[in-house]
């Protein structure tokens, strides 16, 4: 069964179709591109998926089950887990605290605990800085764990972005731009970390991407959105030798 | 694996000796003003602020937990203080001696506390619905519902039970052995004067207590991620409205504590004392303090409640002098050239350059 299946999603904003009659399908490890023209609405595609906006019409399930129109709290509860284009981290807080806000639901304790400082505190905060600490040095962020989140490099801050949404253990992951701003060595370093996420943490990865050697490199499959309609969809290679691909990205 | 356990063990220490600091300056403040008194070094005037003192560090500790650890701006903190007073002293008024002292002012906390809680809740259901300065008028309109409404409430008690009017003290309809306790804008009066310095200082302990251990705690770092960026909150599956509720439940039921204190330590209570000016006053102390900073706002609130009255000798020069002692207190922690100043005098400190040392050798 498909990881992720969206059926004719849909959404206006008055008089305008930002996503029209979208479809696609993931299966489960696979390493998903999504791509297209500024304002084609891939971040749209996004939000809609992680019910931040409700689709005015179209299905959407993730592992069988549908998830169409629940907010985001439920979705990510059901296993959806996302970065965003502007970076969005807990600037105030340390980067380990980054990574244990994420996993509020998988490891729980009630507040009374917290405050007594009851035995059950003591043993989940004993996981969970031993489970944050393992992500963390997966994204070589071990060593920063103490430094507020604020203070770390861009490129760091987007790699703890996505630290944070793997605490949430999500079945998938959505990455919006995870290269922007970055160098090439940066670009080049993200791309083994991706990978990396998706095996290591058997994960499936639909991502956003305007770097066109990130998504050569790691898709393995495409969508094209233009004007928020489907305008290509397949193999990598296919795709993106498509002329009406090419038109869309170079013009005629 | 022993480099990230290092890690932990530090910011875990780092967290703890900060706590065990501001309970330590509280013990210190204690000690010394205890000996003060004992060798008749402290003024009657200044003995005479030692509860209000107490009173105001609780709710700036309280308003602080919403303002800076929740990020919202509450402007009504003095109605969740009245509240405490009116209920608990309602409750030590009507009990009277059929309970021993002790027993009926821990019980009159307990009950200041959660009525204050409860109207936090019903208060911050509709409220935390808004934003920023939305939530600061809303709040500022609140407190000052609550403190008019309280003025023409009329309560007694008898042998039927509870009587309660808004019109006047007759329509009570009272048996002749009935107790009236709430006198509309009279207020309560007679309340016994259980509130103590070191009752205070307990009171101040606790709250500390509950304030710091939930900041380090699951629920804690939920209410930060809200504050920090709500839209990423949500994202990983913390629902926002509910632990901004929680915080100013909690912070609410803490400003009832203060009330309680404040009520069981005047012979009259009227609701004067719970405008708007009050709330403004405990948010000045949480400013300057330091906004999220716990130490900070207490230190403000004991400098700026004894201030003015000790600058008494000064008479007409008393409020320019407290207006600059303002001035330089925000300086002093907000301007960028005395933060890099503090900075700078923190590392010459011994105990820093030992810890600086053991990150070289790491």
């Known amino acids: 069964m498909a990881m992720l299946e969206v059926k004719n999603l849909s959404i206006s904003f008055g008089g305008l179709h930002a996503v029209d009659d979208f479809s696609v399908t993931i299966e489960k490890g696979e390493l998903y591109g999504l791509i297209g023209p500024n304002g084609a609405g891939k971040t749209t595609v996004f939000n809609l998926l992680t019910g931040v906006y409700k689709p005015t019409e179209g299905k959407i399930s993730l592992d069988g089950k549908d998830i169409t129109g629940k907010n985001t709290i439920e979705i990510n509860r059901a296993g959806i887990a996302r970065t965003f284009q502007n970076i969005r981290l807990f600037k105030n807080m340390p980067v380990l ?3 244990k806000t994420g996993f509020h639901n998988r490891y729980r304790y009630s507040t009374v605990s917290g405050i007594l400082r009851l035995p059950r505190y003591r043993q989940v905060e004993n996981t969970l800085n031993e489970r944050a600490m393992e992500i963390l040095k997966v994204f070589d962020l071990d060593k920063e764990a103490a430094i507020l989140a604020g203070n770390l490099p861009y490129g760091k801050q987007r790699k703890l972005e996505i630290a944070r949404a793997l605490a949430t253990e999500p079945r998938l992951l959505l990455l919006d731009e995870p290269a922007a701003g970055m160098n090439p060595n940066e670009t080049g370093e993200l791309m083994e970390t991706i990978r990396f996420v998706r095996d290591h943490f058997d994960m499936t990865i639909l991502l956003i991407e305007h770097d066109m050697r990130l998504v050569a490199g790691i898709c393995e499959k495409l969508s094209v959105l233009n004007f928020g309609r489907l305008l290509a969809q397949g193999e990598t290679a296919e795709v993106l030798s498509n002329p009406d691909v090419i038109t869309a990205y170079l013009g005629e | 694996m022993d480099k990230s356990l290092e890690i932990i063990r530090r910011m875990k220490n780092r967290t703890l000796k900060n706590h065990l600091i501001t309970y330590l300056i509280v013990i210190v403040f204690y000690v010394v003003i205890q000996v003060l008194i004992n060798t008749g070094n402290l003024s009657s005037l200044l003995t005479g602020l030692l509860v209000p003192i107490c009173v105001y560090v609780i709710a700036a500790i309280s308003l602080n937990l919403v303002v800076g650890i929740s990020g919202e701006l509450s402007l009504g903190h003095a109605g969740f203080m009245c509240i405490g007073a009116y209920t608990s002293a309602f409750f030590s008024n009507a009990v009277g001696d059929g309970l021993p002292e002790i027993p009926r002012f821990i019980l009159a906390i307990l ?3 959660v009525c204050a809680g409860l109207f936090g809740v019903l208060i911050g259901i509709p409220v935390l619905r808004l934003k920023g300065d939305y939530l600061a008028i809303v709040t500022l309109a609140f407190g000052e519902i609550i403190k008019n409404l309280v003025n023409v409430v009329y309560m007694g008690i008898d042998s039927n039970g509870l009587h309660i009017s808004t019109t006047t003290a007759m329509d009570l309809h009272m048996e002749p052995g009935g107790k009236q306790i709430i006198k509309g804008a009279l207020g309560i009066s007679g309340t016994p004067r259980n509130s103590s310095f070191t009752a205070g200082i307990i009171l101040i302990l606790i709250t500390l207590f509950i304030v710091q251990n939930l900041i380090s705690s699951r629920s804690g770092r939920a209410i930060m991620a809200c504050r920090d960026n709500r839209i990423a909150a949500e994202s990983i599956g913390i629902p926002v ?5 929680l915080a100013f439940a909690v912070s609410a039921a803490m400003a009832g504590v203060a009330g ?14 719970f405008d708007y000016n009050t709330s403004i006053l405990v948010l000045v102390f949480v400013v300057l303090g330091g906004i999220g900073n716990i130490r900070g706002s207490m230190i403000a609130a004991v400098i700026l409640t004894a201030l003015p009255e000790m600058l008494r000798f000064l ?3 008393r409020m320019l002098i407290y207006a600059i002692v303002l001035i330089v207190m925000m ?5 960028p050239a005395a933060r890099t100043w503090r900075e700078r005098m923190r590392e010459k400190l011994p105990f820093k350059k030992k810890a600086a040392a053991g990150k070289e050798e790491a």
């Open chain 2, 111 to 113: 009950i200041g506390a």
């Open chain 1, 97 to 99: 605290d980054n990574v």
């Open chain 2, 331 to 335: 300086l002093f922690n907000w301007a």
């Open chain 2, 241 to 245: 409205t509910r632990f901004k509720l």
């Open chain 2, 260 to 273: 309680v204190l404040y009520s069981h330590n005047l012979a009259t209570l009227n609701t004067k004392k």
């Open chain 2, 315 to 317: 008479s007409n020069y």
